[in-house]
């Protein structure tokens, strides 16, 4: 009886160790959905920047005229390849990850998607075509930090007329402020039509927690062209009342 209680019972240790699959192979399975490793963020970016007929810039430079990375992340594969995968044991989908382009040095700027791979050693991208009902805008694309700065900028030029108001008013200003500086948060939508890129600035102190410190002066900016010195000032509004610009104010 003994005898025969010990196959038994390795007859059942058996039967879990072939049904239960080892933490090398789940983890190997659970890797098809992993995020990029920072090895392969670098390996993406070193590519694209190797492609000189995509002429990149520093995402940082101060102009909208350029070509630039916005987004590199994972590419999820198809389905259909992650469930042979999975179900099948079928060999590993190709791991690729999604460029975001930002093509503004173009007579028709663009955002544009691309496929690259294979990681971690890519050598091809290829274009991506935009699922239905998602078409890629240049005019509703994500604020930059590039653009941030222009926008601050362009307010400073356009609202030096009311640098003495705004001393009077709040005891700030965007003209040789130091540490009294105003500063703005944007919002969107930015336009009622296709193809507008029109921001509302809310003029905010640049103090701690200063989206709680409005000055009650908001202005409506168009800055949908590639140059930053066609950006201009709109619309004034300001304690409930709208004015057609600055100086009318």
Request: with cysteine.
């Amino acid at each position: 009886m003994p005898a025969l209680g010990w196959a038994v019972a390795a007859i059942l240790m058996l039967q879990m160790a072939m049904a239960e699959p080892s933490p090398g192979t789940l983890h190997r399975k659970a890797g098809v959905f992993s995020d990029l490793s920072n090895q392969e963020l670098k390996a993406v970016h070193s590519f694209l920047w190797s492609k000189k007929e995509l002429r990149l810039q520093p995402s940082r430079t101060t102009t909208m005229a350029k070509n630039t990375v916005f987004l590199i992340e994972m590419l999820l594969p198809k389905k259909y390849h992650v469930l042979r995968f999975l179900d099948k044991g079928e060999s590993h989908p190709v791991r690729e990850a999604r460029a975001v382009i930002f093509f503004g040095d173009q007579e028709h700027p663009n955002v544009t998607e691309f496929a690259v791979g294979p990681l971690p050693g890519p050598c091809y991208m290829r274009a991506l075509s935009p699922r239905p009902g998602h078409q890629f805008s240049w005019a509703s694309r994500p604020i930059s930090t590039a653009e941030y700065a222009l926008l601050y900028h362009t307010l400073q030029e356009a609202t030096k007329p009311l640098h003495q108001f705004f001393l009077n008013t709040t005891g700030f200003s965007f003209q040789d402020c130091h540490d009294r500086c105003l500063t703005f948060t944007d919002v969107a939508p930015r336009g009622v039509a296709s193809g507008q890129r029109r921001s509302w600035l809310i003029i905010q102190r640049y103090v701690e927690g200063y989206f709680l410190h409005p000055t009650g002066l908001e202005l409506l900016v168009d800055h949908g062209s590639t140059d930053a010195r066609h950006w201009a000032v709109e619309q004034v509004w300001y304690n409930g009342k709208f004015y057609g610009s600055p100086e009318e104010l």
